[in-house]
């Protein structure tokens, strides 16, 4: 049975978390002389430690309470945050798959965490026998699940990740950083069904605000109240908080913008096929395409040559490269480039 207490790290657990002088207050006020800030000025002033206006529009989007929303410095943040709650340094333990996302091994790195890393299977998917022993592994605390899958692009069965929320006894993490991009339902309606579960989603990708470094993290309240625990206390900064709420009031340009990447990478995974340096395109779901090629080294180095950037893989899967869906204007220019090679 999952049990949220027993696998909280022991300082956490007593930790009392940093109280601002804007969380001990509420209602309206005129005269704020609580927090050393400055008088003068427009951004003189402390953002809201709590987000109540993004959460608040967020929880409408996404049918969901407010209490049940973290948000933070991208989703670098949320990930690290996870580690920082739940995993004793040098002794416990979390997993991922492989090929999938760096930044799990990163954060785990500088957190001082094992993180195992099971191959995942010929079509992309998750190996369940091989995974069944780690899930009963009381210092295994953290499963990472990217899905859709970076940089294969793929989502990994809706069976195998509810075999792993009803079996696993720590927390998972989903990473539905591509999930606007697939035709999939995001396991956030599965809340109410899974105490074990958290969300991170991002305003870097289908959003367009990368620059701004917003992640967000869905999980029941009792998860979330970790969260705010831990994080610093004025974490998201007045002009990110704003950035965020503007293309919240315009989920119709997101549509808009979301729907042309779509239809581009329909284009591009054509224009591909006809490429003969092209081996293999792997289907996606998220907003770049896996592509095999006859050498990636090669290819990848000739494409920067001509200025192009695309991310070569091929130390994680053999001879790959991913590649970015951009615009029409872009897109064709790689398509040319890959011609003359
Ligand atoms: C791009 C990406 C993110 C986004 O990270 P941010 O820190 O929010 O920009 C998260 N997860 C995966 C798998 C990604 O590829």
Redesign the pocket.
Known sequence: MFNLEKIIRANIKELKGYSSARDEFSGTAEVFLDANENPFGTLNRYPDPKQFKVKKRLSRLKNVKSEQIFIGN???EVIDLAFRIFCEPGKDKALTFSPT?G?YDVSAAINNVELIKQPLLADFQINLNQLQPYLEMDEVKLIFI?SPN?PTGNCFNDESIEYILENFNGMVII?E??IDFSSRESFITQLNKYPNLII?Q????AWGL?GV???VAYANFEVIDLYNKVKPPYNISTLNQNAVLESLNNTTQFEINKNIIIKEKENLVKELKKIKLVLNIFPTEANFILVEVTNADTIYINLVEQKIITRNRNTLVDNCIRITVGSAEENTKLINALKQL
């Open positions: 991208g989703s670098d996302y930044m990217c970076n990473d950083a591509y991170s991002t305003f870097s990708k990368a470094r917003v992640g």
